[in-house]
């Protein structure tokens, strides 16, 4: 079961495990096991065009139902936490650059806003 207590689906469905199971592994072929039982293999797939899923919740997607394929070539690591893909410094660089240039683009509208204003106001004279 996920954190939000959704059922780990396994190759052959929902993968229950026993109440009252200390010990809980995961191979890295996704191999669910406790201390002398095997419950299930992890349902491990693939999707041929990623972005075409739509977020339904925290971490779940949904999916055309034809969609999913066998993933393979893949390896489950249990206990470890996914890192992120954004650099902190990297991303404020960037950030503090787009405000540079935000307020470069502000100062010369401000300057043309001007520039129009004495043109108009010279018109009128």
């Known amino acids: 079961m996920t954190q939000d207590g959704n059922p780990a ?9 026993p ?7 995961v191979g890295s072929d996704g191999q669910i096991h406790t201390d002398s ?4 293999k992890l349902k491990l797939v693939t999707f041929d065009k990623p972005g075409m ?15 999913p394929k066998a993933a393979t070539n893949c390896t489950v690591h249990q206990g470890c936490l996914e890192a992120s893909n954004v650099e902190p410094m990297t ?19 401000h300057s043309i806003e001007d520039s129009a204003t004495k043109l108009y106001s010279w018109a009128r004279s």
């Open 9 to 17: 689906l396994g190759e052959s469905g929902p993968i229950q495990v």
């Open 19 to 25: 109440a009252g199971t200390v010990k809980l592994t």
């Open 37 to 40: 039982t095997t419950l299930g």
């Open 53 to 67: 899923l739509q977020q339904a919740g925290n971490s779940n997607y949904v999916g055309d139902a034809a969609s």
């Open 91 to 109: 991303e404020m660089v960037q950030m503090m650059a787009t405000f540079r240039d935000y307020q470069a683009c502000a100062r010369s509208l």
